[in-house]
T-cell receptor
């Protein structure tokens, strides 16, 4: 089945630094990928829709200058958390849809801790 | 505002029990409803429901959608401890193909 690889799985960074998270679709092309954020014991909140070759579409309340999304190819989307602060600590998950499959496939997630 | 509401938020049962998880939605451009199981990391896909009244089954799990009442249920029969997880309901919206998630139901199955 369709697989989405997300890296890194866990990252700890200092406040003020930037962190890049990669999301790759394996064995299929994804023109659209989605980035979610999940706080402990809460559901997934859609942050933005990443479109290959064009600008990402951000959900209301999500700062596009803080959460930079780049979808440079049909198999790779990256989320960069710029100038990270402790309140950015969260679980970030990407997903992509493989058109011949049902549903959306999720990456394994990245747990970001900003200290 | 599009919203997906799940109930109960948490549930504790014993092995062998049958559980029913609920999901209601209010969205402007409904395409499909999806159920996911989330244990420790990424959600894993369970069902995708597009048509009303057609039950989907996978082993001890089954689900059905009522598009008139804007409601879906997920049933798990003869629960096992391995069923302990958070079950997420999501609605796929048309147009931008966005998934809007409910808060999830945290199921704990005790031996």
């Amino acid at each position: 089945g369709a697989v989405v690889s997300q890296h890194p799985s866990r990252v700890i960074c200092k406040s003020g630094t930037s962190v890049k998270i990669e999301c790759r679709s394996l064995d299929f092309q994804a023109t659209t990928m989605f980035w979610y954020r999940q706080f402990p014991k809460q559901s997934l909140m859609l942050m933005a829709t990443s479109n290959e070759g064009s600008k990402a579409t951000y959900e209301q309340g999500v700062e596009k200058d803080k959460f930079l999304i780049n979808h440079a190819s049909l198999t790779l989307s990256t989320l960069t958390v710029t100038s990270a602060h402790p309140e950015d600590s969260s679980f970030y998950i990407c997903s992509a849809r493989e058109l011949t499959n049902y549903g959306y496939t999720f990456g394994s997630g990245t747990r970001l801790t900003v200290v | 505002e599009d919203k997906v509401v799940q109930s109960p938020l948490s549930l504790v049962v014993h092995e062998g029990d049958t559980v029913t998880l609920n999901c209601s939605y209010e969205v402007t451009n409904f395409r499909s409803l999806l159920w996911y199981k989330q244990e420790k990391k990424a959600p894993t896909f369970l069902f995708m429901l597009t048509s009303s009244g057609i039950e989907k089954k996978s082993g001890r799990l089954s689900s059905i959608l009522d598009k008139k009442e804007l409601f879906s249920i997920l049933n798990i029969t003869a629960t096992q401890t391995g069923d302990s997880a958070v079950y997420l309901c999501a609605v796929l919206l048309g147009g931008y193909n966005k998934l809007i998630f409910g808060a999830g139901t945290r199921l704990a199955v005790h031996p």
